[in-house]
């Protein structure tokens, strides 16, 4: 609801109670971070209740943002932007200093498009992802081989991490997995995002051990993260569910709870995130 004031309340809306004793650690991927401050981003991050938010498709470099946004009051913040300008980048707020941050894969054609950030918070590993779209700049399918390459990368590159310890994956997946993940599976097979082969790169990682930690507690239809702008979808809740947080298997039992905000406005998505125990940055 670009510009308008109900746009902006809700944009700057409070989310639900927080579990007593825990933190939040909460994705969004808010199409333009710049944008997304004109409909209240700042708001929205004061009153999250998270510990650390990652952020995909920033579309900025940080050089282009306001010093609100760069270092916004009580967090610490890194970038990781795309060498196309106004495309992809990522970006990291958190209340604790990071002891370190990755942003690349060491793959060039995947690292140009600034898709990654993984942070290390004491003994838990957190990657922030943007995941490719499979769709092409005449609307086919002709990124799908890099979409899936990326995906594949990514996974040998967190796999070592997850065997041996906490770590999170979030972000913009761009791909729903199974048919309760999007309002309309059947019109959708032959599109990127609801490919057989996309929905079974994003199986193999749940079948190697990763949990999608919003289906460990809600296996009810009708919870979407993104919505196309035409035709009112988002009010009448025709939607996809392509935003995560996959867990590993230690990770997953400090969780105590993951969630979707549809009421959060500002972008054409809405953040996710899990409720975690504090211990599992211990």
Same mark, same amino acid.
């Given at each position: 609801? &670009? ?9 700057? #809306? ?30 929205? /991050? @004061?009153?999250?209740?998270? !510990?650390?938010?990652? *952020? ?35 970006? /990291? +707020?958190?209340?604790? &200093? ?6 690349? *894969? ?5 690292? $140009? ?17 943007? %995941?490719?779209?499979? @769709? ?5 399918? #002709?990124?799908? &081989? +890099?979409?899936?390459? %990326? +995906?594949? #990368? ?6 070592? *991490?997850?065997?041996?310890?906490? $770590? ?23 599109? @990127?995002?609801?490919?057989?082969? !996309? ?28 919505? @196309?702008?035409? #035709?009112?979808?988002? !009010? ?7 935003? +995560? ?13 993951? %969630? ?23």
């Amino acid at each position: 609801m &670009p510009g308008s004031e109900r746009g902006r309340r809700k944009a700057a #809306s409070a989310p639900s109670r927080r579990r007593p004793g825990a933190t939040r650690i909460v994705s969004w991927n808010v199409n333009g971070l710049r944008a997304c401050a004109r409909k209240g981003f700042l708001r929205w /991050l @004061s009153g999250s209740g998270a !510990e650390v938010v990652g *952020l995909q498709e920033v579309r900025a470099r940080e050089a282009e943002l306001d010093p609100a946004l760069r270092t916004p009051e009580g967090w610490h913040a890194s970038f990781r932007a795309a060498e196309r300008a106004g495309y992809s980048g990522v970006a /990291l +707020y958190s209340r604790r &200093p990071p002891a370190r941050v990755e942003t690349a *894969l060491g793959i060039p054609r995947f690292d $140009v498009e600034g898709r990654l950030q993984l942070a290390r918070f004491g003994r838990l590993w957190i990657a922030n992802v943007y %995941f490719p779209k499979g @769709s092409g700049r005449e609307r086919d399918n #002709s990124r799908v &081989p +890099y979409k899936l390459d %990326f +995906y594949r #990368s990514l996974f040998d590159r967190l796999e070592p *991490l997850r065997r041996r310890g906490r $770590v999170l994956v979030m972000g913009d997946f761009n791909t729903a997995r199974e048919e309760i993940d999007l309002a309309r599976p059947r019109e959708n097979r032959g599109t @990127s995002g609801f490919l057989p082969e !996309e929905r079974a790169e994003l199986s193999r990682w749940i079948e190697a051990g990763w949990v999608d930690s919003f289906r460990h507690f809600e296996r009810g239809p009708g919870h979407y993260s993104w919505w @196309s702008q035409r #035709s009112g979808a988002r !009010e009448r809740n025709i939607g996809w569910r392509i935003d +995560y947080v996959l867990a590993s298997p230690a990770a997953m039992r400090c969780v105590r709870g993951a %969630f979707v905000w549809p009421e959060v406005r500002g972008s054409d998505h809405c953040p996710v995130g899990v409720e975690v125990s504090p211990a599992i940055f211990e």
